[in-house]
């Protein structure tokens, strides 16, 4: 069974293009163009599907043209328009952190070098300039700002990031 904890998401399939079962991909990583990623996985129903991936060829710096085996026509194609593309975790030791989604550290566990735990990632808030983890903190939340200057280690398999916050920046 696959479970959305092993998982990445690297882009979304868009609409079919042609007769013949493409789809237009628009990717948000490019593990897959540097590493052989045989197959990606989508979410059908609540479900974790893994699918070949019969071929693909860019067609700009972040959309692709992708082949899935098995989805032969337009029709089929169409079925998938929307959904988010995702690949397994093993391919990331291949990646960078900045090239992952931020929304893929929801749920990971916040831990200061000083403070000690902080708590669990409710969401990443990217409506301001930098983008901020929310962690809620009783009855509020604490607002952290993503970025690679607190940042010590992550640990994906644990669920854990670990930083280096300055002092009263928990205080606020």
């Known amino acids: 069974m696959i479970l959305k904890d092993n998982l990445i998401p690297v882009g979304q399939l868009l609409k079919p293009h042609g007769i013949h079962g493409e789809l237009v991909f628009e990717f948000s990583s490019d593990v897959?163009?540097?590493?052989?990623?045989?197959?990606?996985?989508?979410?059908?129903?609540?479900?974790?599907?893994?699918?070949?991936?019969?071929?693909?060829?860019?067609?700009?710096?972040?959309?692709?043209?992708?082949?899935?085996?098995?989805?032969?026509?337009?029709?089929?194609?169409?079925?998938?328009?929307?959904?988010?593309?995702?690949?397994?975790?093993?391919?990331?030791?291949?990646?960078?952190?900045?090239?992952?989604?931020?929304?893929?550290?929801?749920?990971?566990?916040?831990?200061?070098?000083?403070?000690?735990?902080?708590?669990?990632i409710s969401e990443v808030d990217e409506t301001t300039d930098n983008a901020l983890f929310v962690v809620p903190c009783g009855d509020d939340e604490l607002l952290i700002p993503v970025s690679e200057a607190y940042i010590v280690a992550i640990d994906h398999n644990k669920?854990?990031?670990?930083?280096?916050?300055?002092d009263g920046l928990l205080d606020l």
Do not use: C, W
């Open 159 to 166: 669920r854990e990031i670990t930083l280096n916050l300055p």
């Open 32 to 120: 897959f163009d540097r590493e052989e990623v045989p197959f990606f996985i989508l979410e059908i129903e609540g479900i974790y599907v893994p699918f070949r991936v019969a071929s693909y060829r860019l067609r700009s710096s972040s959309t692709a043209l992708l082949k899935l085996k098995g989805v032969d026509t337009e029709e089929q194609a169409r079925t998938f328009s929307g959904l988010t593309t995702y690949i397994s975790n093993e391919y990331l030791a291949e990646m960078e952190d900045t090239e992952v989604e931020p929304h893929y550290f929801e749920g990971f566990l916040l831990i200061d070098i000083h403070h000690g735990e902080i708590g669990e």
